[in-house]
């Protein structure tokens, strides 16, 4: 992880600078922001490799957000919502939905800043995720063209994430065609339980050769780490069992 931040982020590149606005947040953040193209690749990707993609995006944007604005102080916060995220990432039902990600993160001229853009994007996919939305990819074309704007060097940006998805759809494939679903039932369900849980290391582990044992691995090294009783964006075993998770809760 800490070489891909360091190289798509220019760590040691003292420019912080990147153009923003409430224009540019508005836009990023529109529920009607289109990219033909983009979605198209998007939507190749598995339902929950939606999550672990749009969690990379967010770690990118948050680093990223932090150098410009030092005096916001969100790691505890982010930290915490960051591990819920590849929790949900493993089974939706990690995900408490009672406690929405706050997204109201304003500067000192009181303009809100990426930080927002961010929360406020991953609400609606969260929703959407925990609910079984089938249209979930659509709201990663906005966290991906938020992240593109705010990368320093964004042709080393490209590259690297239409490789990630490239891979990610090629391990990870949709197991459905948006021109197959029926435009009609708006209300029908996605059950995601038979896709695989999507481990961080294959994002950010150059090294991991990603099987079912190795994921196994290392997804329940991180579940046996997380803290749920202390965490507000995590189900307690309880809770997920209520819920009518299968098996046992933090542990695969």
């Known amino acids: 992880m800490a070489k891909?931040?360091?190289t798509l982020l220019e760590l040691n590149n003292s420019q912080n600078e990147f153009e923003w606005s409430t224009d540019l947040r508005v836009r990023f953040s529109s529920l009607y922001l289109t990219n033909d193209r983009l979605f198209d690749v998007i939507s190749k990707i598995g339902y929950k490799a939606v999550v672990g993609v749009a969690t990379v995006l967010t770690e990118l944007i948050q680093l990223r957000t932090a150098k410009r604005y030092?005096?916001?102080?969100?790691?505890?916060?982010?930290?915490?919502?960051?591990?819920?995220l590849w929790a949900g990432a493993i089974d939706p039902l990690y995900l408490k939905r009672e406690s929405d990600f706050n997204y109201k993160y304003f500067d000192k001229n009181n303009i809100l800043t990426p930080y927002s853009?961010?929360?406020?994007?991953?609400?609606?996919?969260?929703?959407?995720?925990?609910?079984?939305?089938y249209h979930i990819h659509d709201f990663l074309v906005n966290l991906s063209m938020l992240a593109r704007h705010l990368m320093p060097n964004r042709k080393l940006f490209d590259e690297w994430f239409t490789g990630t998805l490239r891979k990610t759809a090629e391990t990870f494939?949709?197991?459905?065609?948006?021109?197959?679903?029926?435009?009609?039932d708006k209300d029908a369900k996605y059950d995601c339980s038979d896709d695989a849980p999507v481990p961080q290391e294959f994002f950010f582990d150059s090294e991991f050769k990603y099987s079912q044992d190795a994921a196994k691995h290392v997804l329940n090294d991180f579940l046996q780490k997380l803290d749920y009783d202390n965490n507000p964006w995590l189900r307690s075993p309880e809770e997920m069992l209520v819920k009518g998770f299968r098996g046992k809760p933090y542990e695969i």
């Not at 853009?117 to 939305?133: A, E, K, T």
């Not at 494939?173 to 009609?184: A, T």
Request: aromatic share 18%.
């Open 4 to 6: 891909l931040i360091e």
């Open 173 to 184: 494939p949709c197991l459905y065609d948006y021109d197959d679903l029926d435009k009609g």
């Open 70 to 84: 030092p005096y916001i102080d969100v790691t505890q916060e982010f930290t915490q919502k960051i591990e819920s």
């Open 117 to 133: 853009s961010n929360w406020f994007i991953l609400n609606f996919i969260v929703d959407r995720y925990v609910d079984g939305s």
